[in-house]
């Protein structure tokens, strides 16, 4: 039979017998999991063994593609990373766009699982349909610019695409994140630090066959769709990316400002995208097949090398190639630009103005591989934990931790990826850290199940109290407890795309040529969060760990904090939506039998 949109092939690959296989999981199982979260979770609880050490060798890593990633539609380049959290120690995934997951599925691959560990630094080099493992010592401790240009030296192809890590994720950063091209990362919960204790440095794929489409020519209309609205839809993004609407949050009380304390910050239109855009930006990037082009793209230098790049014809009417007054740094543009999470994160929330500084810390940990936002909100809670004398010079070797030293964070930057001094101890994420101190630095932390928090305040945006509290992952943003969005998650279309539910099915349809229905939608996106919900069980999550941080009970100047009572009603509806029990969240057999997980929950 013809297939549509998959190829009907897993690649799993043993690192520690240097080997491979190819599994056929048949066509009921594509259309049953859609890939992304699906995928993950399927695997996770296959073959990852009840507390198992995330940092160690029964975890594995997959690489989950959806079944739109790589069709030619804007939207359609996105893929998800998925493991044992070792931040959070329960279900991790992590999604990231640009061109990697379209590539690996031109190579003729639906999705990879990383089994084992590699006695010494290794990477993958997938072409079309052949693997080789390469020798990776040469670029073990290397940033990821060099890694690669290396590689694609090395491999003499200069269109293969780069998934790796950089020294973060080498060093064990428990926030550590899987970049590729440079300035597109797999971000949240800590899947870089998983590759990096697999010795697995990076996985470059060239491929050079076409998704096939059931309807190309309905797939072509709804890309036109796109384009010709842009005005309409999608101008916001294209001229900012996101951040353009931080002053907004700010008038109204809602702008994470030094520990998620205040709702506002005197000097927000310092540091939004508007200011990204007038003072340094070049041009904006997009990812595989979308017109939308919504990254941005800062360049930073002294002023004497401003002025050249600013008459070259590359830049002529693509933007300010910005200058650092005080001659301090140099921000390349091949690592993209902070977005509104690390421009908040990195800046904001941490009591910083300076915009220079926050686009150097940003551009660091794009070539070390950091999570902007864990790292922010660890370094909020360590300034604060300083602040209160919770923290003190003694604990952090010599080195005060200040809100609004600008320069101070990025050179904590640095030290936490290579956990030098106090970076060793905030490399382990805030949660871990408060740990380790005690003395009632737990009170300071904004951590659900672990995972630090985005940059959306709960009292500011009822929309986001389910997705903190309910989301496997923890603190995450997204609202993936949504059908509308776990579904995205799963068969990889962006959330940031106009898409009303009617075009995503017609996009999946002319993608798959399934009969798919609305219904069978909201399903796919249910079986989803149904499978996370059942690994995070089996590891020791329960009832308790669906809850906002202390922090969130207390008031901000316009926004009430919410109560206990507040928060279990809202746990307890989303569970009795989901067919999951009132009391603790487990998920009922009918509610399995429904959605055909007999067999993945067998294991729990």
Known sequence: MDRFGYWNKILHVNLTERSTRIEEPGDVFFRRYGGGRGLIAHYLLKYVPKGADPL??????????????????????????GAKSPLTGGFGESESGGFWGAELKRAGWDGIVVHGVS??????????????????????????????????????????????????????????????????????????????????????????????????????AVAKWVSSTMEQNHRAFHEFGTGAAMQGKNLEGGMPTLNYRLGAFEHVAKVDAIAVRDQMRVKMEACYACSVRCKKVVHIEDKEEAARQASETLYQGKGTVGVD???????????GGPEYESLAAMGVNLGLDDLVAI?????????????????????????????????TLDDTGGVPLRFRDADAVVKLVEMIAYRRGVGDLLAEGSQRAARRIGRGSEAYLTTVKGMEMAMHDPRHMPVMRASYML???????MRQTEYRNGLRNQVALCHFLAYDDAQSLDIIKAVTGWDITPDEMATTARRGLTLARLFNLREGFTR???????????????????????????????????????????????????LEIEADAVTV
């Open 56 to 81: 160690g060798p029964d975890n594995v890593l997959v690489f989950a593609p959806g079944v739109l990633t790589g069709a030619p539609v804007p939207g359609a380049g996105r893929h998800s990373v």
């Open 119 to 220: 006695a010494t630094p290794v990477y993958l080099w997938i072409n079309e349909g052949r693997v080789e493992f390469r020798d990776a010592t040469h670029l073990w401790g290397k940033i990821t610019g060099e890694v690669q240009d290396t590689v694609l030296a090395e491999l003499g192809d200069p269109r293969a695409r780069v998934a790796q890590i950089g020294p973060a994720g080498e060093n064990l950063v428990r926030f550590a994140v899987i970049a590729n091209e440079l300035n597109e990362v797999a971000g949240r919960t800590g899947m870089g630090a998983v590759m990096g204790s697999k010795r697995l440095k990076a996985i470059v794929v060239r491929g050079k066959t076409p998704v096939k489409l059931a309807d190309a020519k309905g797939l072509n």
């Open 325 to 335: 007054p005080r001659g301090r740094y140099r921000v390349d543009p091949r690592y």
């Open 359 to 391: 686009c150097k810390s940003n551009e660091m940990c794009n070539y070390l591989g950091m999570d902007t936002v864990s790292l922010g909100a660890t370094l909020a809670w360590a300034m604060e934990c300083f602040e209160k004398g919770v923290l």
């Open 471 to 477: 989301a496997p992952t923890g603190g995450d943003h």
């Open 544 to 594: 308790a760990d669906d809850r906002l941080p202390a922090r969130f009970s207390e008031d901000l100047p316009k926004h009430k904090g919410l109560t206990a009572a507040q928060q279990g009603a809202i746990v307890t509806e989303y569970y009795l939506k989901q067919g999951w029990d009132p009391e603790g969240g487990v998920p009922t057999k009918e509610t399995i039998r429904a």
